[in-house]
């Protein structure tokens, strides 16, 4: 897993709701820039290791060791670029396992040298919102409705519905994970290239060029940036957040002229 260009993964890091999904098809249609898919995630570990057909002991419990190895081989196109998809909250998980499979690293503090010592020359590429208020509305639509991207059937008779609690739960734990990923960025020297969803959703070959270029890169000549997934926000999602703002704030609801610059004020938060 040696390419001639500094890197020989990436992890793709952010929240849910952050154009991730979006930002992973472009850059695996690419065919240079691995395959990014949520390979760690928890609940999808048994159905990856089910498509791969990894052995499993008389529990049905797998090694850790060959399931790294199958989603590198999964993940990584022909020049040997790997790539993955990591949340916040799959982190922690993930660095726990590695320490299982190498046990001469599993101290506090060890996570860059698990994940370098598993995936070679790492490069971090973050993907972050700044209307959280928004992306909090995204992912409690989401959770309701069980649609998280197109292709996704939506769970029955779940039509989604407005809950303040909900929202501003996840608003909160937007700004908590987005933090935390801050600070372990910090923690280990880690300058990851940022990707703003607001920049990606509005010029996806500008974005997904500067990913490559990150990633020392050349973009094969001719290929076009299609995006496979198109951004689902609507006027409920619009509604949602106005809402919520006029709720935390007592400014005026759906129905009622916000100023521009009221809404601007507001879309920052937390």
Same mark, same amino acid.
């Given at each position: 897993?040696?390419?001639?260009?500094?890197?020989?993964?990436?992890?793709?890091?952010?929240?849910?709701?952050?154009?991730?999904?979006?930002?992973?098809?472009?850059?695996?249609?690419?065919?240079?820039?691995?395959?990014?898919?949520?390979?760690? #995630?928890?609940?999808?570990?048994?159905?990856?290791?089910?498509?791969?057909?990894?052995?499993?002991?008389?529990?049905?419990?797998?090694?850790?060791?060959?399931?790294?190895?199958?989603?590198?081989?999964?993940?990584?196109?022909?020049?040997?670029?790997? *790539?993955?998809?990591?949340?916040?909250?799959?982190?922690?998980?993930?660095?726990?396992?590695?320490?299982?499979?190498?046990?001469?690293?599993?101290?506090?503090?060890?996570?860059?040298?698990?994940?370098?010592?598993?995936? =070679?020359?790492?490069?971090?590429?973050?993907?972050?919102?700044?209307?959280?208020?928004?992306?909090?509305?995204?992912?409690?639509?989401?959770?309701?409705?069980?649609?998280?991207?197109?292709?996704?059937?939506?769970?029955?008779?779940?039509?989604?519905?407005?809950?303040?609690?909900?929202?501003?739960?996840?608003?909160?734990?937007?700004?908590?994970?987005?933090?935390?990923?801050?600070?372990?960025?910090?923690?280990?020297?880690?300058?990851?290239?940022?990707?703003?969803?607001?920049?990606?959703?509005?010029?996806?070959?500008?974005?997904?060029? =500067?990913?490559?270029?990150?990633?020392?890169?050349?973009?094969? *000549?001719?290929?076009?940036?299609?995006?496979?997934?198109?951004?689902?926000?609507?006027?409920?999602?619009?509604?949602? *957040?106005? #809402?919520?703002?006029?709720?935390?704030?007592?400014?005026?609801?759906? =129905?009622?002229?916000?100023?521009?610059?009221?809404?601007?004020?507001?879309? =920052?938060?937390?």
């Amino acid at each position: 897993m040696v390419t001639g260009n500094g890197v020989d993964a990436y992890l793709i890091c952010g929240t849910p709701r952050t154009g991730s999904t979006l930002l992973c098809g472009l850059l695996r249609d690419t065919g240079i820039a691995g395959r990014p898919e949520s390979y760690f #995630r928890l609940p999808d570990e048994r159905s990856w290791a089910d498509r791969w057909h990894l052995p499993r002991d008389a529990h049905g419990s797998f090694d850790y060791r060959d399931y790294v190895r199958a989603a590198i081989a999964d993940g990584s196109t022909s020049n040997g670029v790997f *790539a993955a998809r990591v949340m916040w909250g799959t982190l922690d998980e993930m660095v726990v396992k590695l320490g299982a499979v190498h046990p001469d690293l599993r101290s506090t503090g060890a996570d860059f040298d698990l994940l370098t010592r598993a995936f =070679g020359r790492l490069r971090f590429v973050h993907c972050w919102r700044e209307d959280t208020v928004a992306q909090a509305v995204s992912w409690a639509r989401a959770e309701q409705t069980g649609f998280w991207q197109h292709g996704d059937a939506a769970l029955p008779d779940r039509e989604p519905r407005f809950d303040f609690e909900q929202i501003h739960d996840l608003v909160q734990t937007v700004g908590e994970h987005n933090a935390a990923w801050r600070s372990w960025f910090a923690t280990f020297d880690v300058q990851p290239h940022s990707v703003r969803y607001e920049d990606l959703t509005t010029d996806v070959d500008r974005v997904t060029s =500067g990913i490559l270029g990150f990633l020392g890169l050349d973009l094969p *000549a001719g290929h076009a940036f299609v995006p496979r997934h198109r951004r689902q926000a609507d006027q409920l999602n619009r509604d949602w *957040a106005l #809402r919520y703002r006029a709720l935390l704030f007592g400014a005026p609801g759906p =129905g009622h002229e916000v100023s521009g610059d009221a809404d601007r004020g507001l879309r =920052g938060i937390p």
